[in-house]
């Protein structure tokens, strides 16, 4: 019996950590990779913040987060609220939250559009939907998905490549 409440309980403890809510530290992550990016001039950069209804309040506070500019580094982030349907354009990236991380259509069709998308969960990386994942706690993790990232015409600076994992 113990057994299988751990099996459970480690089974739950996992599926929680690949769908962990976006933080504003997470969002500081992303920021500081969007510097990296090649071929991006500014500072400003715009983040569409993917959502569906369950991510909704999660994408609302990332977009409270960003209000008047979020600085991450040598960028500020700036949120703009897309509803899981909607297409994602004219955007320097797409953070997908809540289950649309798992919507692989919205993400492919961002991805073609050649906007970098990006998630806290990690499965939408291996899957080779989203470009790049990240995680804050416990410690900083930065994964991108060269295929991906490939697709969407995304490429980082040689010092950016040698911090991340690449898949």
């Excluded at 929680?16 to 933080?23: F, H, K, R, V």
């Excluded at 990236?93 to 559009?113: C, E, I, K, L």
């Amino acid at each position: 019996m113990i057994r299988i409440l751990s099996a459970a309980g480690l089974a739950l403890l996992l599926s929680s950590a690949a769908t962990a809510q976006t933080t504003e530290r997470d969002l500081a992550v992303v920021g500081r990779a969007l510097s990296f990016l090649e071929g991006a001039s500014g500072s400003d950069r715009t983040v569409a913040i993917v959502y569906d209804p369950a991510g909704q309040a999660e994408a609302e506070a990332l977009n409270n987060a960003m209000a008047g500019g979020l600085s991450a580094g040598r960028v500020t982030l700036n949120g703009q609220l897309v509803p899981l349907g909607q297409s994602v354009s004219g955007v320097d990236a797409a953070m997908f939250v809540g289950g649309a991380a798992s919507d692989a259509g919205a993400v492919q069709a961002a991805t073609s559009a050649g906007v970098m998308t990006v998630s806290t969960d990690m499965a939408c990386v291996q899957a080779g939907n989203c470009v790049m994942g990240v995680q804050s706690e416990p410690s900083v993790r930065i994964v991108v998905n060269n295929a991906a990232a490939s697709s969407a015409s995304v490429s980082f600076s040689t010092a950016f490549a040698m911090m991340v994992e690449e898949i």
